[in-house]
């Protein structure tokens, strides 16, 4: 698996992505009526794939498909993190997370906040974010309870930065 970001063209299978983690996974957690309002299969894809090219997400790429996606936005908010149902439970989300650690870090982002649903909540207190408020947002008339979590960076040494001329950490990630 590889991690690369964003390319024109990924957002019907970033689609599929989504609706697999939300209707294979979070519906663990949430009734069929919010799972239903939350990733409809309808879903105009116009505005979807507007969504994706704003948010630029990373991407996981497994041999021949996307396994997962997640982004993280200037001010630190991770507004997407999914992981498609069949690549479940096999460090994928947590590939991920680290990805987005390390940008963040060499963005001099100091903290990462994200409003996680009950599903992912478990993973993201295992990165050490915490819990700062319980939300109810309302999505195409449902109400899906999440919570916005948040966790403070510590800035990396600078001996971990690249230098002008020199690879940086990320560099490793084939566009
Ligand atoms: C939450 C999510 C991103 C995790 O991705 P993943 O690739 O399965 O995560 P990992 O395999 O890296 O899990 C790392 C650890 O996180 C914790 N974890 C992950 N999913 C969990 C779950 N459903 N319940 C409890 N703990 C969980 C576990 O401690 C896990 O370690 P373990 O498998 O050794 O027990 C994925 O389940 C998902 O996409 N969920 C549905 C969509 C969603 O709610 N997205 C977030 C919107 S904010």
């Given at each position: 698996m590889q991690i690369r970001p964003f390319r024109p063209g990924d957002e019907p299978a970033l689609f599929a992505v989504f609706h697999s983690a939300v209707h294979g996974l979070a519906s663990t957690n949430y009734t069929p009526e919010q799972i239903q309002a939350w990733a409809?299969?309808?879903?105009?894809r116009n505005i979807w794939g507007k969504r994706m090219q704003d948010i630029q997400p990373f991407v996981v790429e497994a041999s021949d498909e996307i396994a997962a996606y997640a982004d993280v936005q200037p001010?630190?908010?991770?507004d997407h993190f999914f992981v498609a149902a069949a690549y479940a439970r096999r460090g994928v989300g947590s590939m991920l997370m680290a990805h987005i650690h390390i940008v963040a870090r060499e963005q001099d982002i100091p903290a990462l906040t994200s409003d996680v649903s009950r599903t992912a909540q478990p993973f993201f207190e295992k990165f050490d974010f915490v819990i700062v408020e319980q939300r109810l947002p309302v999505i195409r008339g449902v109400p899906i309870p999440n919570a916005l979590m948040r966790k403070e960076l510590t800035p990396l040494p600078s001996i971990e930065r690249a230098s002008p001329g020199k690879p940086g950490i990320t560099s490793h990630v084939k566009r």
């Open positions: 409809p299969q309808d879903l105009d001010s630190g908010y991770i």
